[in-house]
């Protein structure tokens, strides 16, 4: 057992954040963290906003001054929380809220498995599509779930690395989670400990969950995806099977049910011939 608690910082990747929600989530982060990160990649950077959050508390805040994507804010913040002395890095989105013990009982589950070899910890989020049940164990392994609210060991990334600047945004954090996972490192989710999440304007009809994510959002699933399906098939063959249906999902829920139907799949053919050019990075870097 650990005789002293982790020091653990937080930090929120800001994009053009409204003022109300992200001062309560930056409030709510104050009551379980002991240092908050506000990486901002608005353009122009919210630094009137950023200079009002910070005097809640030990909260720094960063601008990036332009969008360079969630990879390489994610890895500004970790790089500082090493410096800092921090063994934990809490990864959170501008659009979620823990519950008022969710960082107290993922530190729990860290606690049961002293010993282990954890890389990360993830929260039960709760979101349209996905609610809490009592029949879940206490915690469990999963394989990639999202970024907001994970708890990543400072030690495992240093072992395994930075995420993926080239990904810009989509697919990084699955990415993240089968590399420490080939490493060693095991991801866990704690069940009890709760997230609410805003996944943008999910809705669900039957099987098909349609994101509606934008036409440029599809061309960096697509792309990203598609790496990571390369990268990993021969360590992950079912997991990559099974996003490979996820994929066949998604384009029907594009076909039945959303709006910018031409222009999505456009963008994905797009993040396909990109794939296979090997261009990565920002859409605006790839195209060039």
């Known amino acids: 057992m650990r005789s002293t608690a982790p020091k653990i910082a937080a930090v929120v990747v800001l994009y053009h954040p409204e003022a109300e929600p992200l001062s309560s989530l930056v409030a709510a982060l104050m009551e379980q963290v002991g240092l908050v990160y506000l990486v901002d990649n608005s353009v122009p950077p919210v630094a009137r906003l950023g200079a009002t959050l910070q005097q809640q508390g030990n909260i720094r805040y960063l601008p990036n001054h332009a969008n360079q994507g969630i990879a390489t804010a994610l890895n500004i913040a970790a790089r500082r929380a090493l410096q800092d002395g921090c063994e934990l890095l809490l990864t959170m989105d501008q659009d979620s809220l823990p519950a008022p013990d969710m960082v107290a009982r993922m530190l729990t589950c860290r606690e049961r498995m002293a010993g282990q070899c954890l890389g990360m910890l993830a929260p039960f989020q709760i979101t349209p599509a996905q609610q809490p049940t009592s029949h879940l164990p206490e ?5 990639t779930p999202m970024t907001s609210g994970c708890l990543l060991e400072l030690a495992a990334y240093q072992a395994v690395g930075p ?3 080239d990904f810009f945004i989509d697919f990084v954090d699955n990415e993240y989670c089968l590399r420490l996972q080939r490493a060693g490192f095991a991801v866990i989710r704690a069940n009890q400990a709760l997230l609410r999440h805003q996944v943008g304007d999910l809705r669900t009809y039957g099987p098909f969950v ?17 790496y990571v399906f390369t990268e990993y098939l021969r360590s992950f063959p079912a997991h990559c099977l099974f996003d490979l249906v996820r994929l066949v999902k998604e384009i029907g829920s594009i076909l039945l049910f959303e709006q910018q139907k031409g222009s999505k799949f456009r963008m994905m053919l797009l993040g396909v011939l990109h794939f296979l050019q090997g261009r990565r990075g920002s859409f605006e870097e790839a195209s060039r």
């Open 163 to 165: 995420f993926r600047d």
């Open 210 to 226: 349609a994101t509606n994510h934008g036409p440029l959002r599809r061309y960096y699933k697509t792309r990203n995806r598609l």
């Open 139 to 143: 915690f469990q392994t999963v394989m």
